[in-house]
Nanobody
Framework: EVQLVESGGGLVQAGGSLRLSCAAS????????IGWFRQAPGKEREGVSC????????YYADSVKGRFTIPSDNAKNTLYLQMNSPKPEDKAVYYC?????????????????WGQGTQVTVSS
């Protein structure tokens, strides 16, 4: 059974740092594209970052480029979202998702497997 479990959310001060984890089971992260998405109240779910399973290429939304990275630990079958210099507008529920070959890498409709989400709040 494919399962994704996010953790690491919480309250962080603007300009600080926070690392979210996405622990995968039932599949090997190397074989799938893994994406990070977020959804703020009243807004649509948006793609934040993703890493492809084929060659490990990474992609970032313009809003987080230069601040967020998506490192991985293959031994733990876990992906991370390293959030540096977060801003109040980064406040959202963050989800990780997986798909073998997503048609659009930062489009939530392209991913079949989802975690339950973790709340991130950024104080100004």
């Amino acid at each position: 059974e494919v399962q994704l479990v996010e953790s690491g959310g919480g309250l962080v001060q603007a300009g600080g740092s926070l690392r979210l984890s996405c622990a995968a089971s039932g599949f090997t992260v190397d074989d799938y594209a893994i994406g990070w998405f977020r959804q703020a109240p009243g807004k649509e779910r948006e793609g934040v970052s993703c890493i492809t399973g084929s060659d490990g290429s990474t992609y970032y939304a313009d809003s987080v480029k230069g601040r967020f990275t998506i490192p991985s630990d293959n031994a733990k079958n876990t992906l991370y979202l390293q959030m540096n210099s977060p801003k109040p507008e980064d406040k959202a529920v963050y989800y990780c998702a997986a798909d073998r070959v997503p048609r659009h890498l930062l489009n939530s409709w392209s991913y079949i497997y989802w975690g339950q989400g973790t709340q991130v709040t950024v104080s100004s």
